[in-house]
Every structure is written in structure tokens, then in C-alpha cells.
């Protein structure tokens, strides 16, 4: 609702080409929403996805985000879980960048061994104390109730990503006040490769 009251505005003030950029952004970001129902999307078009939606976004804070996204070549067409990076991208901004009040950066990043693929993102936001990242923590790991609102996003992803990879995998958060945050997807190489596999044989 936001982005389309945003749409208006523009509209309004007759910023016709970034009207075009945000529609365009917006229907690519709807598109890989829906992937025809498929609950894993390649990598590519996970990021694809982030990236949408951090385009979107920035014509809401121009004046306070900037982004950078890092993720191999390489690693393009693995396929992930659909909305594994989106989460933690908007975490970032509304409980990092926002409430640092000043302009932030997000980086979105990838790894890859022969055994693992890491996918990070972190910010130069308002942090987190040691007590709040110690709620987050225990709540990821369910030893505790979510305890505050920022929690509710990495718990979801972690939880999605230990059911189907197993409990050996997941996120990992680090964080520090007035410094920022560090939010780090632990996937597995081969079970990624199967479920590729997988998914070519119900295409056909």
C-alpha cells in the first residue's frame, strides 16, 4: 500500500519515468512472489527478488539507504527457498537503517565451498544491544518466546531452512549497537544440487 500511495504521489507530480521504474520493480517483485507456486527459485531470481524490492524501497528512503549486492556467478542457478534473503533484507532496513536516522548501507553477499553456500546480509544500522541480540538468539534457537519484533522474520527463515535442510544448518546473527548487524544463511551445497534435480523432473 505504501509503494502504491508512493506510485500516486509521483504520478501526481508528473515523475513519469519513475513511476515506469517503480511499476517495473514492483511487477518483477510480485513475479518472483509467486514463482507459479514453486516453493524453491534459483538463486538468480532470489536475488532478483531482493533486488526489486531494495529499488522499491529506495525511492522511499533515497535519502537514507543504499545497497550492494555481491552474489557469485557461479552460484546463480542453485535454487534456495523462496523468501530466504527478502526477510532479513527488510529486517535490515526497518529495525537497522530506519532507526539509525541517518544514511545506511546494505550489502547482500555469497559464499560457496564444496560443502556449504553462505549468504549474507548485513548493515551499518542502529545495531543491537547485547541483551536484544541474546532474545534473538534464544528465540532462533527456540529457547525462548519472540520476544521483540525483529525477531519474528529470522525466526520464520531459520525455522523454514532447518525443516527442509536440516537443524545443522540455518542463520547466524551477529550484531553490535551503533555499529550494525550480520545476518549469515548457512545452506548446504548438496542438498541444494537434489533439489535441483528434483525440480527438473516435475517440470517434466
Not at 514492483?26 to 527478488?49: A, C, M, N, P, W
Not at 549486492?69 to 534473503?85: D, G, R, Y
Amino acid at each position: 500500500y505504501n509503494t502504491l500511495d508512493t506510485i500516486t504521489w509521483m504520478a501526481e507530480d508528473g515523475q513519469s519515468e519513475e513511476v515506469v521504474e517503480l511499476v517495473s520493480a514492483l511487477s518483477q517483485f510480485f513475479r518472483v512472489s509467486l514463482s507459479k507456486g514453486k516453493d524453491y527459485i534459483t538463486l538468480k531470481e532470489e536475488e532478483s527478488h531482493i533486488k526489486s524490492y531494495l529499488q522499491i524501497q529506495q525511492f522511499r528512503y533515497a535519502d537514507i539507504l543504499e545497497y550492494e549486492i555481491n552474489i557469485p556467478q557461479e552460484l546463480s542457478e542453485f535454487p534456495v527457498l523462496k523468501l530466504t534473503l527478502q526477510p532479513l533484507v527488510e529486517n535490515a532496513i526497518y529495525h537497522g537503517i530506519k532507526q539509525k536516522r541517518e544514511k545506511g548501507k546494505i550489502i547482500v553477499e555469497g559464499q560457496y565451498n564444496n560443502q556449504s553456500i553462505l549468504l549474507k546480509v548485513k548493515d551499518n544500522g542502529i545495531g543491537m544491544t547485547e541483551e536484544t541480540l541474546d532474545q534473538i538468539k534464544r528465540s532462533i534457537n527456540k529457547e525462548g518466546p519472540v520476544a521483540v519484533d525483529a525477531g519474528f522474520g529470522l525466526v520464520n527463515v531459520n525455522e523454514r531452512i532447518r525443516l527442509n535442510y536440516g537443524k545443522e544448518y540455518g542463520i547466524r546473527i551477529e550484531s553490535e549497537y551503533n555499529v550494525g548487524t550480520t545476518v549469515t544463511v548457512h545452506l548446504p551445497m548438496n542438498l541444494l544440487e537434489k533439489h535441483l534435480r528434483e525440480d527438473e523432473l516435475n517440470v517434466i
